[in-house]
Every structure is written in C-alpha cells, then in structure tokens.
C-alpha cells in the first residue's frame, strides 16, 4: 500500500539553525515525490519535486531510494519558513497524491 | 488568473442534510481532484475527474458522496445526508492537461456538521 510518514508533528529551531523535515515513504515502483507548503492563512501550494531537482527559498530534498526517504533541508532556517510542511508521492503518471499528516515547523528568533 | 476557487470556505450543515460544495479551476485546467482532511491528519484523496468524467473515485465512500465537473461549470462534491463524521475541510486541486502530478489547491471549503 502506498503510504508517507512524516513522524514529526511539530519541529521547533532557532533562526539560523539547520531544518530537516523527515519524511518516508511505502510504495512498490518508482513513485514521484513533492513536498507542499501552507503558510499561514494561505492555500497550499508546492514548494518542490524530486524530478526538478532544484533548490526553492534555499530549500532542497534528495530522493533516497534504498532509505524510501524524500527529507527536506534548508541549511539556515529563516522566520519566514515557519508554516506546515506536507511530504506527498504520487505514480509517475498518476492522478492522485498520497499526503503525510503533516510537520509543523516553527522557527524561533 | 485567480487561481482554484472554492466555495462556501465554511460550510455548516444539521445531520441529515444536503452539503454542496463547488471547485472552479483554474483557467486552462481541465483535471480536478477533490481531497478530505480530518483534524490530525493529511489529506486523503476521493476522486479525480475531467470535463463530464469521473476517472478515478477510489477514495469516495460507498454512500451519500458524490462528485461531478460538466461540460459548463464548476465542480460539485455532494455529500447527502450528512452526519458528524463528514466534517473537516474539503480541498480541490486542479491540473492542467500536460501537467498532471502538478496540482494547485484552493483555499478548501470548512464543512461543520452540527
């Protein structure tokens, strides 16, 4: 069964800090890997996709295969990124997202 | 472009009643999917649909749910019936065609039933 696990509800640091949202995940195939954001009062929206593999607001999130891990990291945690954090997969062509419950991420100044 | 309109945001209903919540897309998309987020939890995908189809509604329940998108139009996620359980907030999501794992979410429609 497809399945994503993202076993920290809430991840609190310090501005300047190293972030690490941990997410894995469970599906038999190659699956397509996002993390979406919600900031406060806002819609969510996606913030990356492994296939891309760029970088956004100094974010960045490596698919490791043999771990079934998509973690995402930003080496200095800025205030602005407190918001809630949602790891999804999807099949390659697929039409539905599989989400996590969620990480709420708040950086403290 | 205004981007996913949903609405009601919120939405309260008696148990027994009808709930009808609406999901234009985005210009130029014809993919729409609908999900349910309960308190504490992720968002659960109910269904996938394009112009006058539903492809994939292997996440709807059985009973009282169901969805459309005509020809002209938003669209529509029924829920007859309802009851306690079915409250949470209801998300769509739309795509265009040559995009389709590229999907953005409306602001989500709050339904409380009372």
Same mark, same amino acid.
């Given at each position: 069964a497809q399945r994503v696990t993202q076993p920290e509800k809430l991840l609190s640091v310090f501005k300047g800090a190293p972030v690490e949202l941990k997410c894995n995940y469970s599906y038999s195939g190659s699956p397509e890997l996002f993390w979406y954001v919600q900031y406060s009062r806002q819609r969510l929206q996606l913030l990356l996709r492994h296939i891309s593999r760029e970088s956004i607001k100094g974010f960045t999130a490596d698919l490791n295969k !043999?771990?079934?891990? /998509?973690? %995402?990291?930003? +080496? /200095?945690?800025? $205030?602005e990124d407190s918001a809630m954090y949602y790891c999804a997969l999807s099949d390659p062509g697929g039409n539905k997202l599989v989400f996590g419950a969620g990480t709420i991420l708040r950086v403290k100044s | #472009?205004? !981007?996913?309109?949903? #609405?009601?945001?919120? &939405?309260? *209903? @008696? @148990?027994?009643?009808?709930? @009808?919540? *609406?999901?234009?897309?985005?210009?130029?998309?014809?993919?729409?999917?609908?999900?349910?987020? &309960? +308190?504490? $939890? !992720?968002?659960? /995908?109910?269904?996938? %649909?394009?112009?006058? #189809?539903?492809?994939?509604? =292997?996440?709807?329940?059985? $009973?009282?749910? =169901?969805?459309? /998108? +005509?020809?002209?139009? +938003? =669209?529509? %996620?029924?829920?007859q019936q309802v009851v306690r359980g079915d409250s949470a907030a209801y998300f769509c999501a739309s795509s265009p065609p040559s995009g389709m794992n590229e999907q953005y979410f409306g602001p989500g429609t709050r339904l409380t039933v009372t």
């Open positions: !043999g771990e079934t891990s /998509f973690h %995402l990291k930003k +080496p /200095f945690a800025q $205030e | #472009n205004a !981007g996913v309109m949903q #609405n009601p945001r919120h &939405l309260v *209903r @008696r @148990r027994g009643q009808e709930a @009808r919540l *609406r999901c234009s897309p985005m210009k130029g998309h014809s993919h729409v999917y609908w999900y349910r987020q &309960l +308190p504490e $939890e !992720g968002l659960k /995908f109910m269904v996938y %649909l394009q112009k006058e #189809n539903i492809i994939d509604e =292997s996440g709807m329940p059985k $009973e009282r749910f =169901s969805a459309e /998108f +005509p020809k002209e139009g +938003p =669209s529509i %996620l029924r829920i």
